[in-house]
């Protein structure tokens, strides 16, 4: 019989793979438009992107999508397609 912990590290693996993510959308976010983004702002679902942020925030992020999409990718963020 498996230990509740065994199941227990699954979900601890999987959140911190979302955190990691997450960490990198801001590093990606900061160089390329120059804005720092909580973390509370930023969610990923189906490898979409969502950032709940100011109007003008969204505005420079779109002006920059492909350039920001580019540099996700090459940091190894395959999943991620689409920016919102």
């Given at each position: 019989m498996k230990n509740?912990?065994?199941?227990?590290k699954?979900?601890?693996?999987?959140l911190s793979d979302k955190t990691d993510e997450?960490?990198?959308?801001?590093?990606?976010?900061?160089?390329?438009?120059?804005?720092e983004i909580p973390?509370?702002?930023?969610?990923?679902?189906?490898?979409v992107?969502?950032?709940?942020a100011s109007p003008?925030?969204?505005?420079?992020i779109y002006l920059a999508k492909e350039n920001v999409?580019?540099?996700v990718k090459e940091q190894g963020l395959q999943s991620i397609t689409e920016i919102r």
């Open positions: 509740l912990s065994d199941y227990l699954k979900f601890k693996l999987v997450i960490r990198i959308l801001q590093s990606v976010f900061r160089d390329s438009i120059g804005v973390n509370s702002q930023i969610s990923i679902r189906s490898g992107v969502y950032v709940t003008i925030i969204k505005n420079k999409l580019s540099c």
